[in-house]
């Protein structure tokens, strides 16, 4: 099976940054898509940001031009750079994996969570 490890959260003051980490791990033959969640509390799970499958990316409207998601293929790593943070933007960041373990059989992870807050 895939794991996923994700690092990268702590606690910081509003309009700082951080960057969040999320490595797989396991016999992936391939990975096909690449995001990240948060869940703030109250709240339900919201899509932050995810790399498309045509190369691109996509964020939710909340988080353009402060958050960028990125990927090392030779890492099976994803990020999320966070800059410019709110205090809105404390939550738990989930990322997400998915892709193929062999031609035959799928995958789709989901990493622990890592808390971010932000402090005002």
């Known amino acids: 099976q895939v794991q996923l490890v994700e690092s990268g959260g702590g606690l910081v003051q509003a309009g700082g940054s951080l960057r969040l980490s999320c490595a797989a791990s396991?016999?992936?033959?391939?990975?096909?898509?690449m995001g990240w969640y948060r869940q703030a509390p109250g709240k339900q799970r919201e899509l932050v940001g995810r790399?498309?499958?045509?190369?691109?990316?996509y964020y939710a409207d909340s988080v353009k031009g402060r958050f960028t998601i990125s990927r090392d293929n030779a890492k099976n790593t994803v990020y999320l750079q966070m800059n410019s943070l709110k205090p809105e933007d404390t939550a738990v960041y989930v990322c997400?994996?998915?892709?193929?373990?062999?031609?035959?059989?799928?995958?789709?992870?989901w990493g622990q969570g890592t808390q971010v807050t932000v402090s005002s």
């Open positions: 790399l498309t499958t045509d190369g691109g990316t």
């Open positions: 997400n994996v998915g892709g193929r373990l062999t031609w035959q059989r799928a995958f789709d992870s």
């Open positions: 396991g016999s992936i033959f391939s990975i096909s898509k």
